[in-house]
């Protein structure tokens, strides 16, 4: 599906016809990849009706353990955590999973499936017991591994840019799924009454430059002399907004939509950043790219980070092309 075919698509179009279409225009393409994105559509809706409950249902607040992380897994977290594993794996087109809340690589035991997926099942959850917008966030990989064998950490350390798709769903005021195969990012915005997401946003294309800037001020004093002369300019530009949620894919999608930059450098508690790479910066990084903005780590292109292992962090400056152009140069002309 070329762009100006997906510019044509009606509003109204289901996620499943849309998938159909789009498959149709990947030569080889014999639908595993598009029952994955099925697949994870359905977890995303079971998800999205349990927060829209979580104030009526005993599944607010902490679950009582910490993940690898070393974060206080909240209720939510876990549940949302089996409900992408078991919909992955009784979807049968994945041969792995890794999750962030889970240490290890999980093995589905559908050693014929073609994909991999690396997920942070609800990112954001310290927003959960106060409603704020939180999101789930996948990246998806053609697996490297033979066939009829099980998943292997090789399959999960192929880099950001042979990522087979990638995305996020937000649950917000409305519940949106943005994602991309490589051929543009599209937008649905899931209707509750019929229990569908609908095509609500073609081929987005992310302001050049913006206004808004998303970063934890609390860690001002922390921040690098070039990160502190962006913050400073940003400042007395002309309506500049600051604009921070403490939930990445509710920063990601306005700014996304709005233009402007998330920042998350290096601090005394997260020196080599805050942000896992595999599961949140490199599907947020593809998105990026596809929609004309830029994720850098300060240095290099998030997408060309080398992965060395399955919950590494990294530096993540994530957002409209000449804001990331200007930080850039800061950095490096250290
Ligand atoms: P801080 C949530 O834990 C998260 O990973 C992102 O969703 C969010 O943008 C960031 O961390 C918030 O981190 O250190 O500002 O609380």
Do not use: W
């Amino acid at each position: 599906m070329t762009t100006e075919s997906t510019l044509a698509l009606p509003v109204g179009t289901t996620l499943d016809r849309f998938i159909m279409r789009q498959q149709e225009s990947f030569a080889y393409a014999k639908g595993e990849l598009s029952q994955l994105l099925r697949d994870i559509a359905l977890a995303s809706k079971i998800v999205g009706r349990e927060i829209n409950r979580a104030g009526l249902t005993d599944i607010t607040g902490a679950f009582g353990r910490d993940n690898i992380q070393g974060e206080s897994q909240q209720k939510l977290d876990v549940i949302a955590n089996i409900r992408f594993k078991r919909a992955l794996i009784n979807g049968g087109e994945v041969c792995g999973i890794l999750s962030e809340e889970e240490d290890d690589i999980i093995q589905t035991n559908n050693y014929n499936g073609k994909y991999v997926v690396a997920i942070d099942p609800l990112d954001g959850s310290s927003n959960i017991d106060v409603n704020v917008s939180i999101g789930t966030i996948f990246s998806i990989y053609r697996r490297v591994s033979p066939i009829g064998t099980p998943a292997t950490f090789e399959d999960f350390m192929q880099g950001g840019r042979r990522q087979a798709a990638a995305g996020y769903i937000l649950y917000g005021s409305s519940t949106v799924m943005v994602y991309t195969t490589g051929k543009g990012v599209n937008c649905f915005t899931y209707e509750n009454s019929l229990g569908e997401f609908f095509f609500s946003n073609a081929n987005i294309q992310m302001p050049v430059t913006g206004k808004i800037y998303s970063i934890n001020d609390a860690y001002y004093d922390e921040f690098a002399p070039s990160i502190k002369s962006f913050i400073a300019d940003m400042r007395v530009s002309s309506g500049a907004m600051a604009r921070y949620i403490g939930s990445l894919v509710g920063d990601f999608h306005r700014n996304l939509l709005k233009g402007g930059i998330y920042l998350y450098p290096p601090t005394q508690k997260a020196k080599e950043g805050k942000l896992r790479l595999l599961y949140e910066c490199y599907p947020l990084a593809l998105i990026l790219e596809q929609a004309g903005g830029r994720a850098i780590d300060g240095t290099q292109n998030i997408l060309d980070i080398v992965p060395t292992k399955v919950h590494q962090r990294c530096v993540a400056y994530l957002g409209s092309k000449n804001l990331i152009d200007d930080l850039e140069q800061r950095v490096l002309n250290v």
